[in-house]
């Protein structure tokens, strides 16, 4: 089956300082990528979508200078956290749609925990 | 907006038990609706959908019907293993081709004991 990988899985940083989250599609060519924010006990919220080689759409109170998303090629999508502060740790989620299939299909990677001190 | 809420876990059941986990949603439109299931250390994978009023998805012994008229879209097993522990979230969808935007319910975290 299709899969997404995430790296880190995990990563710890000091506050105000910047983290790379990478998403790839390993077994396919993904058009569009998800990046979800994951609250314990919470729902997964989407945070922005991004299309390969055009700017992410984000969601409403998703500050898109703090959460920088760069698609930059049809396996690879990656989520800057900038300037991080404590409130930034989170579970975040990506997922993939796939090139070929049908509208929400979507393949989601293991997801990443950011701690910020 | 569109919400969903599922049942709060966790829950534990014993091998072999019939497994309900309820799930009910509120939309706009005419949504599709989806149950995708976590296990330990993977991403989220898709278990079943339906995509319209009185569709049944169905997979892996799990069932969920979509009921228009009570808008739910409850996940049911009749014999659950210990395999089937995971966390479970329901979700919907009201976006057609290009417009994939998912809202997740909470998750539902099960345990299958033997």
């Known amino acids: 089956g299709a899969v997404v990988s995430q790296h880190p899985s995990r990563v710890i940083c000091k506050s105000g300082t910047s983290v790379k989250i990478e998403c790839r599609s390993l077994?396919?060519?993904?058009?569009?990528m998800f990046w979800y924010r994951q609250f314990p006990k919470q729902s997964l919220m989407l945070m922005a979508t991004s299309n390969e080689g055009s700017k992410a759409t984000y969601e409403q109170g998703v500050e898109k200078d703090k959460f920088l998303i760069n698609h930059a090629s049809l396996t690879l999508s990656t989520l800057t956290v900038t300037s991080a502060h404590p409130e930034d740790s989170s579970f975040y989620i990506c997922s993939a749609r796939p090139l070929a299939t049908g509208w929400n299909e979507q393949f989601f990677g293991p997801g990443t925990r950011l701690t910020v001190l | 907006g569109d919400s969903v809420t599922q049942m709060e876990g966790p829950v534990t059941l014993s091998e072999e038990a019939f497994l309900t986990i309820n799930c009910t949603y509120t939309?706009?439109?005419?949504?599709?609706l989806f149950w995708y299931v976590q296990y330990p250390g993977e991403g989220l994978q898709l278990l079943l959908k339906a995509t319209k009023a009185d569709d049944k998805g169905s997979n892996k012994g799990f069932e969920a019907t979509y009921r228009k008229e009570t808008t739910s879209f409850h996940l049911e097993k009749g014999s659950v293993q210990v395999s089937d522990s995971a966390v479970y979230f329901c979700?919907?969808?009201?976006?057609?081709?290009?417009?994939?935007?998912?809202?997740f319910g909470t998750g539902t975290r099960l345990t299958i004991i033997p």
């Open positions: 979700a919907l969808s009201e976006g057609g081709f290009g417009n994939e935007k998912l809202t």
């Open positions: 939309a706009t439109g005419y949504p599709s």
């Open positions: 077994d396919f060519q993904a058009t569009t």
